[in-house]
């Protein structure tokens, strides 16, 4: 049971260039979340969706673009990498407004 | 907007201690409350959940979390501190009053002491 996976684990990006990271949940869940965590600030809520088709502006948008074409994917896209956005990307999904599962992380650098 | 505070960014107990981690959201709509664990380079993990009925809740690795709606808060307790405590603790709020969006507070380092 894979439950949330994310791609990739690792990566290095220079300033300026873009990539997207990609969630996938097996658990047929309708909420999917993208969240990054910095250190002493907990994690914060960049994009989110509550269904196939939907997303929505969480607290950090900016930057940052989603798409849930498909139930179980919800990509995050930079299209412009900078510095700032060094950090731990974590997707999660939920069935409900209840309790979320966590993916392992993708840890990006921009340099 | 729903927002949740964490007392203390780090704690430090000793091993067979009580372990209490602090947790205050805002709302005037009692949301739905969580306790999550990470541990490093690791993704998060719930520990335990109130959504209604019970107050005090019970989760996994002996954490319980009592929800005390006139002081809004959702304190996480354990009665005696393990080694393998040692981690990132995050409380969140979910639901209605959150925008159904999950909002996580600032998470509380506890260290433990030998």
């Known amino acids: 049971n894979a439950g949330v996976t994310q791609t990739p684990k690792f990566r290095v990006l220079k300033t300026g260039q873009s990539m997207t990271l990609l969630c996938a949940q097996d658990?047929?869940?309708?909420?999917m979340y993208w969240y990054r965590q910095d250190p002493g600030m907990g994690l914060r809520l960049i994009h989110y969706?509550?269904?196939?088709?939907?997303?929505a502006k969480g607290e950090v948008p900016d930057g940052y673009n989603v798409s849930r074409l498909k139930k179980q994917n919800f990509l995050l896209g930079l299209e412009s990498a900078a510095p700032s956005q060094t950090s731990v990307y974590f997707c999660?999904?939920?069935?409900?407004?209840?309790?979320?599962?966590f993916g392992q992380g993708t840890r990006l650098t921009v340099v | 907007a729903q927002s949740v505070t964490q007392l203390g960014s780090h704690v430090s107990v000793s091993e067979g201690a009580l372990v209490l981690l602090r947790c205050n959201y805002s709302?005037?709509?009692?949301?739905?409350l969580f306790w999550y664990v990470q541990y490093p380079n690791q993704g998060l993990q719930l520990l335990l959940k109130?959504?209604?009925?019970?107050?005090l809740v019970k989760g996994i690795k002996g954490f319980e979390a009592e929800f005390k709606k006139s002081e809004t808060s959702f304190h996480l307790t354990k009665p005696s501190a393990h080694m393998s405590d040692a981690a990132e603790y995050f409380c969140?709020?979910?639901?209605?009053?959150?925008?159904?969006?999950?909002?996580f507070g600032g998470g509380t380092r506890v260290l433990v002491k030998p």
């Open positions: 658990m047929n869940h309708e909420y």
């Open positions: 999660a999904s939920s069935y409900t407004r209840l309790e979320a599962f």
């Open positions: 109130y959504t209604t009925g019970a107050t």
């Open positions: 969140a709020v979910s639901g209605e009053a959150a925008g159904n969006k999950l909002t």
């Open positions: 969706s509550v269904g196939e088709g939907t997303t």
């Open positions: 709302s005037s709509v009692p949301p739905y």
